[in-house]
């Protein structure tokens, strides 16, 4: 499992792997339990690595499919950790398509874990518009990450109005300011 | 500084010991030397190539070696030699590059063609007078060499020694594990049964071969001494002292220990023949496994001098 003290140690086995296995230089935009962990946001463990895209340029790009050094360098990652397979993956890369919050990019927190591996990781506020969508869309461990992150009445709002670009249908709008009202944002679901 | 488990420290026992491996075995084969000789059986090919991987770290050996090739080339078959030599001067699985390197193999190639290499060799073995003595093959772990005095430098020698030590197997082994080509094997191993040298058993698709004990003349020699399967020994510590040596992993246990478990299974084959146990890697996540398992692994090294 991945926990905020051995992540240091995952990420510099995987610059490590890359630089052996004959690999470039790559940036990874995660998101998920890692950066929670990562940014000590939140305190708990995970199974895996959710890799956003790549960072080239300013911009956050799809990757589609990891090249294969990538491949080799993450096979070896999880055999030395004990690790599930697919430990590192592209889960939430549709995420590109249907848009990210506003401002994202620049509020990206960028570790460096030697010559190959550079990890941004999507910020507290970012979570918090992820979580809110993640909570509403499946639920469980989703709501309570996002209020671990203690979100104000102003980010959960403007994580609200984010969401609702996401699925435009009444009938999320419904379970939006349903899930306010249950979690004590009376206040705010009246905004929505 | 370097403490006791640190890769610094594997490096310099590491290559200590391979060293000495090396000088006990050629030492059993003539060259003048304070250490003591080996008591393990000699495999001459695998001890060539595994002398070239060193050749670098101790020069007065290499150029030792390279005089005894020059006075007894006779004794190393070159066609073993060669089909040996493919898995350490190709690029290697796990390292990315030859175990041995291409100037210090085309050395060997250039000493064992003796058409060209003909004025290199007489100054060579006029120097060799001073330093060498012939292999007195009465040895017994130079089985080998006596085989090959009886039997001439061809696949016979291998093919007894694998059943002596082995006690019987099938072409295909024999001739995966020995290094010739399975026809030729096949071959011998046929026109032997036919004259009852060996004993053939059908067993599945495969045929079984042993030698018949009561022709069996030399296990006097081969009792005195434990058999090492060397081509595969060689290759795991030639991995292991050119990653000790070398960036990116000489500096780093998390990077050594990968490799740790990478080579694992060829380790614990090896390992089988005197029953040492190797540390689980699932038991030892990320660097955590360098400690134990590098210790293991000079132990293995230590056990075959």
Same mark, same amino acid.
């Given at each position: ?67 294969? @050094? ?16 697919? @430990? ?10 249907? *848009?990210?919050?506003? *401002? ?57 109005? @984010? ?30 | ?21 090396? =000088? ?7 060259? !003048? ?34 005089? =005894? ?40 190639? /250039? ?11 007489? !100054?060579? !073995? ?51 594990? !020995? ?48 058999? =090492? ?26 990077? /050594? ?42 132990? /293995? ?5």
């Amino acid at each position: 499992m991945i926990e905020s003290k051995n992540l240091e140690l995952i990420f510099t086995a995987l610059d490590r792997q890359i630089s052996v296995s004959s690999g470039a230089r790559i940036s990874l935009v995660v998101c998920g339990g890692t950066a929670l962990a990562a940014l000590q946001l939140v305190a708990r463990t995970t199974k895996d690595v959710d890799v956003l895209g790549s960072f080239k340029k300013g911009q956050i790009v799809k990757i589609g499919v990891f090249p294969e @050094w990538l491949k080799a360098a993450a096979a070896k990652v999880e055999r030395d950790f004990n690790l599930p397979a697919d @430990w590192l993956n592209l889960g939430p890369e549709s995420q590109l398509d249907t *848009g990210l919050p506003k *401002g994202l990019l620049k509020r990206l927190v960028k570790k460096v874990y030697g010559n190959f591996l550079t990890i941004f990781f999507i910020s507290r506020i970012d979570q918090i518009h992820f979580k809110l969508y993640a909570s509403l869309d499946r639920g469980g461990y989703h709501v309570e990450d996002l209020f671990k992150l203690n979100p104000s009445e102003v980010e959960l709002l403007a994580a609200s109005r @984010w969401v609702l670009t996401q699925d435009v249908s009444v009938g999320f709008r419904m379970i939006l300011i349903s899930f306010l009202k249950k979690h004590g944002y009376e206040k705010l679901a009246g905004k929505i | 500084m370097a403490t006791k488990n640190s890769p610094a420290k594997f490096k310099e026992y590491l290559q200590e010991g391979f060293l000495v491996l090396l =000088w006990r075995q050629w030492r059993t084969l003539g060259i !003048t030397a304070y250490s003591p000789e080996t008591k393990q059986l000699i495999d001459l090919e695998a001890l060539i190539l595994a002398t070239s991987i060193a050749a670098e770290q101790d020069q007065r050996l290499w150029t030792a070696v390279i005089r =005894w090739l020059a006075c007894f080339q006779d004794w190393v078959n070159q066609a073993r030699l060669k089909r040996m030599s493919a898995a350490f001067i190709k690029p290697d699985e796990y390292l990315k590059k030859p175990l041995i390197k291409k100037e210090i193999w085309q050395e060997v190639e /250039l000493l064992l063609s003796t058409t060209l290499s003909s004025k290199k060799t007489t !100054t060579n !073995t006029s120097r060799a007078k001073r330093t060498l003595t012939p292999p007195l093959l009465k040895k017994p772990p130079l089985l080998q060499l006596y085989l090959r005095g009886i039997f001439g430098v061809n696949a016979r020698a291998e093919l007894i020694l694998f059943l002596l030590v082995n006690g019987e197997g099938n072409s295909n082994q024999i001739a995966r594990e !020995t290094f010739y080509d399975q026809k030729n094997i096949y071959v011998i191993l046929e026109r032997w049964a036919e004259s009852g040298f060996v004993t053939k058993e059908s067993r599945g698709k495969q045929n079984q071969y042993s030698l018949d004990s009561g022709d069996v003349f030399l296990q006097s020699n081969i009792s005195s001494s434990s058999f =090492w399967s060397w081509p595969p020994f060689f290759q795991l510590y030639s991995r292991l002292l050119i990653a000790a040596s070398s960036p990116p992993w000489s500096n780093d246990p998390y990077l /050594l220990s990968s490799l740790f478990r990478d080579v694992y299974p060829q380790a614990m084959s090896i390992s089988k023949k005197n029953r040492l146990l190797f540390p689980d890697p699932k038991l030892f996540p990320g660097d955590n496994y360098f400690p134990p398992m590098s210790q293991k692994l000079l132990d /293995l090294l230590k056990s075959s001098l």
